[in-house]
């Protein structure tokens, strides 16, 4: 069975609560997330968070929303998706970052549709600009693993910044799993960052956020606005330098 596996706390490092705090008509980040998945997919959805307190309010927001929460490692993220995975009898995972507002539906379908035709792979996601998605500051894609290459993972290295980064180990050593990339055909401007990471972050996308709702945005819509909004595109470049992945 495939399902998304969201992976929040409360604790950021330089940003604390912002998954948490009211972000667009008093929503936070994450309950919009789990509207929009919930809105367009029937699958199973596990928010997989932390057993430390700070995060109870994560688990409030679950219950509220209708969705499973799983509480396990605070700093071994691979295992709390191992785990959460075995519990709720997943043995594909869709991962979605909850810092990401602006995650799109129509490249997780191509993600989904992709693994339908092609269900003996470990991994796959989107290639943009030659660098996998899940390391770009532009925070539009998601990614699907297997628990199984998760555990091979942890049988193949004790090196916590792979424990961190869940799935950082499958793509950089190819070798080791199979892998295909999906090609990002929109063009993008370098300078174009949704995730968000800083208090500056919230700000500039939460007011983002809004006028896409407004507007009624697609993805497309999106980058083309971003991309004559030279003022815009500075400060995120300024945010994109000062927190590099």
Request: charged share 25%.
């Given at each position: 069975m495939i399902g998304f596996i969201i992976q929040a706390r409360t604790e950021s490092t330089r940003y604390p609560n912002k998954i948490v705090l009211p972000f667009y008509q008093e929503d936070s980040?994450?309950?919009?997330?789990?509207?929009?998945?919930?809105?367009?997919?029937?699958?199973?959805?596990?928010?997989?968070?932390s057993t430390k307190t700070s995060n109870d309010i994560i688990e409030k927001i679950a219950i509220e929303n209708d969705?499973?929460?799983?509480?396990?490692?605070?700093?071994?993220?691979?295992?709390?998706?191992?785990?959460?995975?075995?519990?709720?009898?997943?043995?594909?995972?869709?991962?979605?970052?909850?810092d990401n507002p602006f995650i799109d539906v129509e490249r997780i379908q191509l993600l989904l549709n992709f693994f339908n035709e092609n269900q003996e792979l470990d991994y796959i996601s989107f290639?943009?600009?030659?660098?996998?998605?899940?390391?770009?500051?532009?925070?539009?894609?998601?990614?699907?693993?297997?628990?199984?290459?998760?555990?091979?993972v942890k049988s193949?290295?004790?090196?916590?910044?792979?424990?961190?980064?869940?799935?950082?180990?499958?793509?950089?050593?190819p070798s080791s799993f199979k892998i295909e990339w999906i090609d990002e055909q929109k063009?993008?401007?370098?300078?174009?960052?949704?995730?968000?990471?800083?208090?500056?972050?919230?700000?500039?996308?939460?007011?983002?956020?809004?006028?896409s709702m407004e507007q009624k945005w697609n993805l497309d819509n999106l980058?083309?606005?971003?991309?004559?909004?030279?003022?815009l595109l500075e400060k995120m470049y300024k945010q994109i330098h000062s927190n590099s992945k």
């Open positions: 980040i994450i309950t919009l997330l789990l509207k929009k998945l919930k809105s367009n997919f029937d699958l199973p959805i596990i928010l997989a968070t969705v499973s929460c799983f509480r396990g490692s605070e700093n071994d993220v691979l295992q709390r998706f191992i785990d959460a995975a075995e519990k709720f009898n997943l043995t594909y995972i869709i991962r979605i970052c909850s290639l943009v600009k030659n660098t996998p998605s899940i390391k770009t500051h532009f925070g539009f894609w998601s990614e699907i693993v297997s628990l199984e290459a998760l555990k091979r193949l290295t004790n090196d916590g910044f792979y424990f961190e980064h869940v799935t950082n180990f499958i793509y950089t050593n063009e993008l401007n370098e300078s174009i960052r949704t995730t968000v990471d800083t208090q500056e972050d919230f700000s500039i996308v939460s007011q983002l956020f809004e006028k980058i083309d606005f971003l991309s004559a909004q030279d003022e």
